[in-house]
């Protein structure tokens, strides 16, 4: 279903067992070599959700090829197989992948609690869509506008396995989670509690 212009919804797109494969690569994901961690925040917050990436480590609000926030070391390196799974996801929802080729993932982790606040990507150099994946827990997400955090904004369940694409003029739209609903995972996929939601993106950096 398209939720705005360039803005794509497939729910149930990722088959149970892709699921449960991509639950099993965030679990070594998290370890290392950058272990997942709450991004620290410039103003002196600390963000409620925990974050991995890979390709490229993004800390607020740039990208580098080291966790300068966490351990200094190299972020892991971005696997030719999640290239294929993204270009899958990108022809999914709009027909066709194109050129597509993401060089970083941001792994989130959500327990009960967490939250993410209305915010813009825009650390990212290329016009290409951002492609969203979610496992484990439902969640509300919030879909804006590009002019502000306020309405109007769309808000749409996000259930484990649905597949959503940003492109176009839904790239840089505010958008946020304001709620986790806990112990609606299927147990059988896992996170056991929790959501996880993996992004790729082209950061447009090269290299
Ligand atoms: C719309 N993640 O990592 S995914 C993020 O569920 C982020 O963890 C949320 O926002 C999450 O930056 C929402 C949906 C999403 C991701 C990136 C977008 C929507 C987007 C970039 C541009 C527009
Ligand atoms: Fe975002």
Known sequence: AEVAPGAVHVPGWLSRRRQRELVESCRAWAVGPVPIRHTALPGGGVMSVRTVCL??????????????????????PFPD????????????????AGSYRPDAALVNFYDGDARMGMHQDREERSPAPVVSLSIGDACLFR???TRGRGRPYADV????????VFGGPSRFAYH???????????????????RLNITLRETGLGG
């Open 55 to 76: 390709g490229w480590h993004w800390l607020p609000y740039r990208y580098s090829r080291t966790a300068d926030d966490v351990n200094g070391a190299p972020v892991a």
């Open 157 to 164: 369940r996000l259930e484990s396995g649905d597949l959503f």
């Open 143 to 145: 879909f804006g506008n």
């Open 176 to 194: 946020g989670v304001p709620k986790v609903y806990p112990g609606t995972g299927d147990p059988s996929v896992g996170p056991r509690t929790g």
């Open 81 to 96: 197989w999640l290239v294929g799974l993204g270009r899958e996801a990108v022809a999914a929802a709009y027909g066709d």
